[in-house]
């Protein structure tokens, strides 16, 4: 099949534009076993011993819970043969905590935690390991609490958990923590069974302002809810009510927002402001009225919540690799399914996401080694990734495809989805697979077999598709790219080749390439690819452990990392990743990173009210099903550490209804290590302002650390959201796409769009981006309203004036000011004249003719408008 590029006349895109570091010191203390703690002054006194103690389960009537606290190392604890299982201790009062000795029976516990507590209900753990060895365990800990528990997560043994001694030592006395007067419930995310007008929301009850209120609808029950973030100790409660109140209410808790503890309970509320002094604990506090105190619905003009100022998340639970938790979105078949199972799997995932573009739904469909028939026809937000070390290890015996028939065979809708890790062998007589797709849709370590066989990139009719990418794949026969608009291709084989071009294609470090002839063929070529590593994925190996395989970075690579040859890199097994569930806090994610745990995020909307604090070197975090960290209540949704090799990889990351400063920050400000050797590397991560919801940021990704890989990123600014989401000029708000200040960061495939003043700005010096694919803002709604100084509008891309070094391959920059069309940019590049910063392969286009850009890049090459729509630059300076 030949090309289309010459007879087919790009359409404007009009349809697709439309946590703390300090918790680790409070609430994990990983310590290593001692033979003995060295006192510090005297030695420890033993607190525990005849105190109460109590169990989950016992083995049998001769191995009470109390064996283990009587001195006698000839009696025992031993608990039921399953997991998890508690022992506890009650001090009598609160003491602060220096060692715990524990003596093991044969069955001994490989994952426990220390913990302690002040009410034997909110717990704090103050020593963890996912690696115990029995025997007789003297650790030192740091804490305080009046109980104090073993509570273990794996057994070492096919038995239960069997303790000789459990031996507890400090100093006694102590009081316990006072309630605290600051406000937990402030500016949390609040909902209500109802709201009596637009003007009186759940948010308005816990903003501070008494001067806004909630106010629920005239009937009963009613109930105002508040996420407080994680489980806080609740200690009092202040209510200031309208004059329309609750005669009949009551104060509940819950961890999970859906089983409830009532605290608080009255028949008699007088209304006013009511100050409740309360014992409990919870995620989530509820205000439940029964009864009215008048014929209106109940009104409050703020809730607020104090608490001890402790905070308790569950245990940071171990991963076990051979069957772990991978979600209820996750779908792992193996060659015994049969083959009906899969496809009414596959067929209703994507009856359910083929137009589902902004809803919350997340899966990952996951296929061990060996050999299937299936048609794979992925919707939005769908993952299929075969289990293998190798794709060839999952043979596909139908397709692995991806249509535009939902949006009348236009793909420039057709985001947020993948394909990894597998092979595809096309049904006979079939020769065609279509991969039609737009922005974050990866086609990635992928075979297509057969020589007669070829991809199309769009939709093989008349719509259109806009950007993608495919790494490290082979495709036996041709690439047929037609009226695919832009499209980045790296380390990849093409054994029959590629047809096709529009505005910007770029090949780097692919055998099949077509030669370089930019701009008609708009081909750019780079041989090699200086430095990178693929991105991490999932396995099972040959014994049925799920491991994480790491790839080694590759310099001046072409093709492959796979395809006859052994993939270099280090292998992890999941037992040493946190498999994060929707609905787990920061703080227990924070905590796992502390335990030197990598993450494994479960396809899902990840809600975070901190920042996720990415510490420690070689950390790999892994998202399946294009799982989403959501920033709330105007945090940063993850800072990594200016430290080595950290790999973060098929994420999404969205911003909240509260302004966040960044989404995501890579080393904080100042940063200035070398990372040369082992860089951070981002695979396959995206972001998204709006959409969903009203979205704000004022910045998305910051870059400070030195040497950081971006391999694949889609930056976005919403222009279309879902119905009755409105997007625009004032909504949706966001400064800034990507600010790179680090020095000698490398961008393979970057995508950024609609930002409202610069979408990207480079301040290091080293600088490289390979393939740049812009659209400037839709929605100024006035010259005025995008004006730079004396400057019109904002470039697409910004090298600051102190630059002294830095290298672009293929980029290009379009405008659709579809608001305004009056609206000019002055420019899409902004750089220094500097014989070492230097641009290849430029284009500006003019979407339809609706809107201008002056020049490609400071005052050099023509005017992109109606009249002249796109524009080529082949080198600056």
């Keep these: 099949m030949t090309s289309r590029a010459t007879s087919v006349r790009p359409r404007p895109r009009r349809a697709l534009r439309h946590l703390l570091l300090g918790l680790t010191v409070a609430l994990v203390a990983a310590l290593t076993p001692t033979a003995a703690p060295t006192p510090a002054q005297a030695a420890p006194t033993l607190l525990s011993q005849g105190r109460p103690a109590t ?20 009696t025992r604890w031993a608990s039921a043969f399953s997991d998890p299982q508690w022992l506890q201790v009650d001090l009598g009062a609160r003491a602060t905590l220096s060692q715990v000795t524990l003596q093991w029976e044969g069955a001994y516990a490989r994952a426990f935690q220390l913990q302690t507590s002040d ?91 008494t001067g806004t209120r909630w106010a629920s609808a005239a009937s009963d029950p009613q109930w105002l809810r508040v996420d407080l973030g994680s489980t806080r100790s609740i200690c009092r409660v202040a209510l200031t009510w309208e004059a329309a109140y609750a005669r009949a209410f009551q104060l509940q808790t819950s961890a999970d927002g859906s089983t409830w503890t ?49 905070t308790s998340e569950p245990p940071v639970d171990p991963t076990d690799p051979r069957n772990p938790n991978l979600g209820p979105n996750t779908f792992v078949f193996d060659p015994g399914t049969p083959t009906a199972t899969i496809q009414s799997r596959l067929n209703t995932l994507f009856t359910q996401q083929e137009t589902n573009q902004f809803g919350p739904q997340r899966y990952a469909v996951l296929f061990k080694p060996g050999t299937y028939t299936a048609d794979v026809n992925l919707g939005f937000f769908t993952q299929v990734a075969g289990l293998g070390m190798s794709p060839d290890d999952v043979n596909l015996n139908g397709h692995v495809r ?18 990894e890790n597998l092979s595809v062998t096309l049904p006979a007589g079939v020769s065609v697979e279509r991969w039609a797709v737009s922005q974050a849709a990866p086609y990635r370590r992928m075979h297509l077999r057969g020589a007669q066989n070829q991809i199309q990139l ?123 569930q929707p609905g787990t806090g920061a703080a227990t994610i924070n905590a796992a990173l502390a335990q030197g745990k990598h993450l494994l995020f479960t396809p899902g909307v990840h809600r975070v009210t901190e920042p996720i604090q990415v510490n420690r070197a070689d950390t790999v975090i892994l998202g399946l099903g294009l799982a989403t960290i959501q920033a709330d209540n105007g945090s940063v949704g993850m800072r990594v550490a200016d430290v080595d090799g950290v790999k973060v990889a098929g994420l999404m990351f969205e911003a909240g209804t509260t302004n966040s ?28 302002i709006g959409g969903p919801h009203v979205g704000k940021a004022t910045n998305t990704l910051t870059v400070n650390s030195d040497n950081v890989i971006g391999d694949h990123m889609w930056l976005w600014r919403a222009d279309h959201a879902a119905d009755g989401v409105p997007t625009g000029w004032t909504l949706n708000t966001a400064d800034t796409g990507l600010t790179v200040n680090g020095d000698d960061v490398t961008m393979y495939g970057l995508f950024v769009e609609h930002y409202q003043k610069y979408q990207t700005v480079w301040n290091g010096n080293g600088g490289r981006t390979y393939f740049y694919q812009n659209e400037m803002p839709y929605d100024p709604p006035n010259q005025g309203a995008w004006t730079n100084g004396a400057t019109r509008g904002y470039a697409a891309y910004k090298v600051a004036d102190s630059v002294t070094s830095h290298q672009a391959f293929g980029l290009g920059s379009y405008c659709y000011f579809n608001v305004n069309p ?34 490609v890049i400071n005052n050099a090459g023509g005017t992109a408008n109606a009249a002249n729509q796109q524009v080529y630059l082949t080198t600056y300076p």
């Design 55 to 74: 169990a989950s389960s016992t083995e049998n009537a001769g191995t009470p819970a109390t064996a283990a606290v009587d001195g006698n190392t000839g």
């Design 661 to 688: 400063p960044v989404l995501m920050e890579v080393g904080p400000a100042g940063s200035s290590a070398t990372h040369a050797a082992n860089p951070t590397s981002l695979h396959d991560v995206f972001f998204r």
């Design 262 to 310: 009532t605290i608080y309970s009255t028949t008699t509320g007088a209304g006013g402001t009511q100050s409740l002094t309360v014992t409990g604990s919870g995620r989530y506090l509820r205000v439940y009225g029964t009864a009215r105190g008048t014929a209106y619905g109940y009104s409050l003009w703020e809730l607020t919540v104090n608490t001890t100022g402790g």
């Design 119 to 209: 009410d034997g209900t909110t717990w704090t753990s103050v020593y963890s390991t996912t690696a115990g060895t029995g025997g007789t365990q003297t650790l030192a800990v740091t804490g305080a609490g009046r109980y104090v528990r073993m509570y273990g997560t794996a057994r070492a043994t096919g038995y239960g958990y069997s303790l000789w001694e459990f031996q507890v030592y400090g100093e006694a006395g102590g009081t316990t923590p006072t309630c605290g007067s600051a406000n937990a419930a402030l500016n949390q995310p609040a909902t209500a069974s109802s709201t009596e007008n637009a003007g009186t929301p759940a948010s308005a009850a816990v903003d501070g302002n």
């Design 458 to 580: 769009w939709n093989g009719g008349d719509g259109w598709s806009s950007g993608g990418l495919m790494a490290d794949t082979r495709v036996d026969g041709l690439v047929v790219s037609g009226s695919q608009q832009q499209w980045y291709s790296r380390n990849s084989e093409f054994g029959n080749g590629w047809t096709g071009s529009v505005w910007n294609m770029v090949f780097q470090g692919v055998t099949g390439a077509p030669p370089p002839h930019f701009p008609n063929p708009s081909h750019t070529v780079i041989a090699q690819t200086p430095q990178v590593r693929e991105k991490p994925f999932l396995y099972v190996d040959g014994t049925g452990e799920y491991r994480v395989f790491v790839p080694a970075l590759r310099s001046n690579s072409t093709g492959t990392s796979w395809y006859n040859k052994t993939p270099a890199g280090s292998s992890i097994s999941l037992s040493q990743f946190f498999v994060v």
């Design 402 to 419: 991806v249509e535009a028939t939902w949006f009348g065979g236009n793909a420039t809708q057709n985001f947020w989805r993948a394909a």
């Design 822 to 855: 009056a609206v000019v940019a002055d420019r899409a590049i902004e750089a220094p004249t500097n014989p070492n910063v230097r641009f290849t392969n430029m284009v500006t286009v003019s979407l339809g003719g609706v809107g201008t850009i002056n020049r």
